[in-house]
């Protein structure tokens, strides 16, 4: 079982708008930064979102990112097939001697 | 453009010690402004942090593992290793490497590069 709860899946139709939730406790999202992470079918992931809601050079203005206490969230406007994938949240925890932590993943499935 | 690499068996014996190696190309693993870290993913699961090292030296590992746990660097060979020890089944996972920019920079407090990942069997 994850730390940070993500509901397992999300599906959305072409130019829809489409947000994933990530929720977590005080020891993690709610003193920490979060970051998302999109993985494609059979790659690594790679980074879409740091520091609660900033983009990394290259990453689309189609992803956005907002944290709210000890939950966060990340949005996919104008939904584009390719898009279809796992997402990823993830934010260090301060609990025992702190480590990272991630949730179990959205999977998102474009119809 | 910075790029990571793991290498290591891809079949380990169960009770005996995995040992992969992540080497770093196009980039110094002697910043200032960097961790390096291991995750893994178990076939058909999500994410898990194994844990992460300095250029100095210093690690921080994931209390579920840190009793079997060793990562060190290499700065002469810009590389940093992974040795997990008295594998299970359990631990049978694509092994990632990825480098974790510190906070207040750009990336910051994120996994911003990864490595392809490696697949590592524990089996007999």
């Known amino acids: 079982q994850s730390v940070l709860t993500q509901p397992p899946s999300a599906s959305g139709t072409p130019g829809q708008r489409v947000t994933f939730s990530c929720s977590g406790s005080?020891?993690?999202?709610?003193?920490?930064?979060v970051s998302w992470y999109q993985q494609l079918p059979g790659t690594a992931p790679k980074l879409l979102i740091y520091n609660n809601n900033q983009r990394p050079s290259g990453v689309p203005d189609r992803f956005s990112g907002s944290k709210s206490g000890t939950s966060a969230s990340l949005a996919i406007s104008g939904l584009q097939s390719e898009d279809e994938a796992d997402y990823y949240c993830a934010a260090w925890d301060d609990s025992l001697n702190g480590l990272w932590v991630f949730g179990g993943g959205t999977k998102l499935t474009v119809l | 453009q910075l790029q990571l690499q793991e290498s290591g068996p891809g079949l380990v014996k169960p009770s005996e010690t995995l040992s992969l190696t992540c080497t770093v190309s196009g980039g110094s693993i002697s910043s200032r402004n960097y961790f390096w870290g291991w995750i893994r993913q178990p076939p058909g699961k999500g994410l898990e942090w194994i844990g992460s090292v300095y250029y100095t030296g210093s690690t921080y590992y994931n209390p579920s593992l840190k009793s079997r746990l060793t990562i060190s660097v290499d700065t002469s060979k810009n590389h940093f290793s992974l040795r997990l020890s008295s594998v299970t089944a359990a631990d049978t996972a694509v092994y990632y490497c990825?480098?974790?920019?510190?906070?207040?920079?750009?990336?910051?407090?994120?996994?911003?590069?990864w490595g392809q990942g490696t697949m590592v069997t524990v089996s007999s």
């Open positions: 005080n020891s993690n999202i709610g003193s920490n930064a």
């Open positions: 990825a480098r974790r920019a510190v906070r207040g920079i750009i990336n910051g407090d994120a996994f911003d590069i």
